[in-house]
């Protein structure tokens, strides 16, 4: 009997891939990640259109400004990616912001809440049922929807509104996941840990004690790469995760699991 070799390099060949927030971060290390694996990309992204462009290059692949929080534009993403290639396989939602002025709940005024909501959870109704549009008709798809580990856990370092956006992530992409199993479409929630990105960066440079407050809970001992979570996109996203829908991926260093974390 021969033993089938496997080539993980192409396993997305023939998939196409909507990413937005694709042209930074966990975005567009995942969107060089899928066109290693052999997907074609179409970036989504509020970035000026030269550096969308330039991202999307990067990758062989095709830029779509967006603002996620506008439903025709985001139809438009979502359609112009099956107009020009044929299919919408892949959908990886990870556009989010965390805005300074989403603090405790103490001061945290509803103008910043709202922002919050709409750009890290009205915007993932808004991409999977655009993406859905496209899967439901192929009956086959893999939706990855970035919520984070503060949708399990509580932090008393607030951002009072990101975290209830992300808790909505889950709970949706959850029920998506469990709704549109028998039609061939996977639907998981990517809980990621506190990641190495200019938005962490930022926080560090302007609260090196609260930056530290969340280090220190890593089991790990550090915080992640954006290449780290762009692995772990690609495998849900891939056939290799093909019995797991519904989950909550935590990719979190072990944070949802500690207790005490060891000493150095």
């Known amino acids: 009997m021969s033993i089938e070799k496997i080539d993980l390099t192409q396993r997305l060949a023939g998939k196409v891939a909507v990413i937005t927030g694709g042209a930074s971060g966990i975005g567009f290390a995942t969107a060089k990640r899928f066109a290693a694996e052999g997907a074609t990309v179409v970036i989504g992204d509020v970035a000026p259109q030269e550096a969308g462009e330039k ?4 990758v062989g692949g095709l830029y779509v400004r967006a603002d996620v929080t506008d439903e025709d534009q985001v139809n438009n993403l979502f359609d112009t990616a099956f107009k020009v290639y044929g299919s919408v396989d892949i959908a990886f939602n990870n ?27 009205k915007s993932v109704y808004l991409c999977s049922r655009a993406a859905l549009r496209h899967m439901v008709k192929q009956q086959s798809g893999s939706i990855i929807n970035t919520a984070s580990f503060v949708a399990v856990m509580g932090s008393a370092t607030s951002q009072i509104s990101y975290t209830a956006s992300k808790g909505g992530v889950l709970a949706m ?7 549109f199993a028998r039609q061939g479409i996977r ?7 506190p990641v190495n990105t200019p938005l962490l960066q930022e926080l560090f440079a302007k609260d090196p004690e609260r930056a530290q407050r969340r280090l220190v809970h890593i089991p790990i001992g550090r915080f992640a790469k954006p290449e780290e979570l762009a692995a ?6 891939s056939d290799d995760s093909s019995f797991i829908t519904g989950s909550t991926f935590l990719v979190d260093g072990g944070i949802s699991s500690a207790y005490v974390t060891p000493l150095d």
């Open 95 to 121: 556009a989010g912001i965390s805005p300074p002025d989403d603090d405790s709940i103490e001061t945290t005024e509803l103008p910043a809440w709202n922002k919050v909501q709409d750009v890290n959870l």
């Open 55 to 58: 991202a999307a290059a990067e």
């Open 173 to 179: 992409s959850r029920e998506l996941g469990v709704q």
């Open 187 to 193: 639907v998981n929630a990517l809980c990621p840990g």
């Open 232 to 237: 772990a996109v690609a495998f849900l996203a």
